[in-house]
């Protein structure tokens, strides 16, 4: 008899704790709802040709704050996933801010973007300088297969991901040797810090351009996509190749710009998310903001590399 009321009370408290889990698990999707439209049932504004066969992704930058944000990006990019169907996520770096225990995984990437996961959406993640990169190698949904840089390919796109943090010989010998021997119709390199950019809290890298812009050009890199930046920049092609700046899917730094004369498009004042389309010799691209307004889109068209 002495058992007979603990006994009683373990389900009681297994109760609490399951409710107190599915709270915690729901909470920030219901703090990103707010006073939002639903993505489920609003009008998309798809600029996106979605041409038979061709390859169509997302990209994502300096995302991972846990933060309400963070989780309407996620939304609109969910609403986007059901009509386009994209089937994978590049990463521009500083994928978890703060701390790097399970919960921050969890409250940081797995909650936001659970949907898209579900779905069985693939995400491409390269390092940050807020990034921990002994646990986000390892992390099996960031597909890094161990690495602070690596390369995969879709279709006739090679995408190579850099660690822009630690530019040693290894991993320039490395890129070389893979851009020169990619027969790919589309080379995409994508890393956290920018070469050109014209934000005015930390602007471009010029070592790291010194060191990566030579090899682009010579082996025929079409695009670069990078982060860092808490804003989107769209910059006017360098020796034929197309430079984006996307660091502002959690973070945002209103008011960066200093605008120059190589800025195509910026944006600075919201988060956003990209999505990509590339079918035969064409780039289809559209930038969205957490609220669902497109704020850049267009069509480039694969240039000829520049010999150097």
């Excluded at 119709?185 to 030579?214: E, N, T, V």
């Excluded at 990078?226 to 959690?250: A, D, Q, T």
């Excluded at 973070?251 to 190589?262: E, G, N, Q, V, Y």
Aim: hydrophobic share 35%.
């Amino acid at each position: 008899m002495k058992y007979k009321k603990p006994i009683r009370k373990v389900p009681e408290i297994l109760i609490a704790l399951i409710a107190t889990c599915a709270l915690a698990s729901t909470s920030a999707w219901a703090q990103a709802r707010g006073n939002d439209r639903s993505a489920a049932t609003a009008a998309l504004d798809v600029k996106l040709p979605l041409e038979n066969k061709s390859i169509r992704f997302a990209v994502i930058g300096d995302s991972g704050t846990g933060d309400r944000e963070q989780y309407q990006v996620a939304k609109e990019m969910e609403a986007y996933r059901q009509k386009i169907n994209f089937d994978f996520v590049i990463m521009l770096g500083d994928n978890i801010y703060g701390g790097h225990t399970p919960a921050d995984f969890t409250r940081k990437f797995e909650l936001p973007y659970k949907p898209l996961l579900d779905a069985g959406v693939k995400f491409y993640a390269s390092l940050g300088n807020h990034d921990n990169p002994n646990d986000e190698r390892l992390y099996k949904p960031f597909n890094m297969g161990g690495e602070r840089y690596y390369s995969f390919k879709k279709g006739d796109v090679a995408f190579f991901a850099l660690d822009s943090n630690y530019m040693d010989p290894a991993q320039l010998i490395w890129i070389e040797q893979n851009l020169r021997n990619s027969q790919a119709k589309w080379k995409i390199c994508y890393f956290h810090h920018p070469l050109y950019s014209d934000g005015k809290s930390h602007g471009p890298d010029m070592d790291l351009r010194g060191q990566l812009a030579p090899l682009f050009q010579r082996y025929g890199v079409n695009a670069v996509f990078s982060g860092h930046e808490h804003v989107y920049e769209r910059m006017k092609p360098e020796n034929n190749i197309y430079y984006f700046i996307l660091g502002n899917s959690g973070k945002l730094m209103t008011h960066d710009f200093r605008r120059s004369a190589d800025m195509i498009t910026g944006f600075d004042t919201d988060r956003s998310f990209m999505l990509i389309e590339i079918s035969g010799d064409k780039l289809y691209f559209q930038v969205i903001s957490r609220t669902g307004v497109t704020i850049d889109s267009g069509m480039l068209q694969e240039q000829p590399p520049i010999s150097k």
